[in-house]
Nanobody
Framework: QVQLVESGGGSVQAGGSLTLSCVAN????????MGWFRQALGKEREFVAG????????YYSESVKDRFIISRDSAKNTLYLQMNSLKPEDTAVYYC????????????????WGQGTQVSVSS
């Protein structure tokens, strides 16, 4: 059984920063990829960033590229999302998820999900 637990959400003003964490238990932290998604009220869940275990590299959606940084600490089984220059349109519930695919970015490519953490950005 895989368990993912996110933390680090909160309320910030536009231009501020937050760092989200996701602790993963139950799956070796060296297969496939992990990712961050977000879902704003009334909208579909969308891909934000992914981290490939093979190659140890991140990849991003265009909307957050150059502002967000995804990273991991394999010793702690923890995935991070550092969010800088936050905008009101970044307001959403943020979810981490895990996948056995190499570079997934679609919701149906991920098989386990956390419960989500709320991020609110005010103007």
């Amino acid at each position: 059984q895989v368990q993912l637990v996110e933390s680090g959400g909160g309320s910030v003003q536009a231009g501020g920063s937050l760092t989200l964490s996701c602790v993963a238990n139950g799956r070796p932290f060296n297969r496939g990829a992990m990712g961050w998604f977000r879902q704003a009220l009334g909208k579909e869940r969308e891909f934000v960033a992914g981290f490939r275990y093979f190659g140890n590299s991140g990849y991003y959606s265009e909307s957050v590229k150059d502002r967000f940084i995804i990273s991991r600490d394999s010793a702690k089984n923890t995935l991070y999302l550092q969010m800088n220059s936050l905008k009101p349109e970044d307001t959403a519930v943020y979810y981490c998820a895990t996948s056995l695919k190499l570079s997934p970015s679609k919701v149906n490519e991920f098989d386990y999900w956390g419960q989500g953490t709320q991020v609110s950005v005010s103007s």
